[in-house]
């Protein structure tokens, strides 16, 4: 799943993964501090990064598919918002250091190695006492096959995340099955695994 592979999904027409933001998200965004920079890692089409912005947040939304980013800038126009987007490779991408007082992942979906060199620097780039909030699919997810990557490589599990964020001054990382209806690439029961972390 290259930025090939992500330029043509997103360029079909209509919101792959709805308009709509994630339901993790927008039940927990409540934990973000009341005001701030937000980063949006991964955030393809923008629905995450627009419900941000639309709750007052100073959004910057990083992806490496500019269709995907052109749609963003259209939800965010349709919302009366603002979002930064910016078009990068997240392997190479500089998060900065203590700059954001919140991210959001959700659903991205990448090599162990730049799993590993995100979380890295997503610790660093927070400021102290920001908050990174994530959902992805487990491995688990495979034997649902109602969306996400199909190789287990790609997928998470808990042991990977509690050593990715024992760094951090307070975790909550949890396993859910529950059922998801984003767009048409993410629909049914799915197991995914749930990140509330701040520094
Ligand atoms: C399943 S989509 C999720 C999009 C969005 N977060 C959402 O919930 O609607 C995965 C996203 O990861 C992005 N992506 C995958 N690998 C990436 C990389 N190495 N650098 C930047 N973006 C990447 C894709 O372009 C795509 O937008």
Not at 26 to 40: I, N, Q, R, W
Not at 185 to 190: D, L, R
């Amino acid at each position: 799943m290259d930025k090939t592979f992500w330029n043509e999904r997103f360029a079909e027409p209509g919101y792959m993964y709805g308009n709509q933001p994630n339901d993790f998200l927008k039940e927990h965004a409540y934990v973000l501090k009341e005001s701030g920079k937000v980063l949006c890692l991964a955030e393809g089409e923008g629905r995450n990064a627009v419900f941000l912005a639309s709750l007052g947040y100073d959004v910057s939304s990083v992806d490496f598919s500019d269709s995907g980013l052109k749609k963003t800038q259209i939800l965010a126009t349709e919302h009366n918002v603002s979002v930064r987007t910016v078009c990068a490779d997240l392997i190479d991408y500089n998060l900065q250091q203590e700059a954001w007082d919140g991210m959001v992942m959700i659903f991205g979906h990448f090599s162990k190695e730049l799993r590993t060199s995100l979380f890295q620097r997503i610790e660093s780039g927070l400021k102290k006492g920001g908050t990174f909030l994530m959902e992805v699919y487990a491995k688990e997810q495979l034997s649902h096959g109602t969306g996400g990557p199909k190789s287990i490589e790609f997928l998470y599990d808990q042991l990977e995340l509690e050593e990715a964020f024992r760094g951090f001054s307070k975790v909550a990382i949890q396993a859910v099955t529950r059922e998801i209806k984003e767009g048409i690439y993410h629909h049914g029961i799915s197991s995914t695994l749930q990140v509330i972390a701040t520094k």
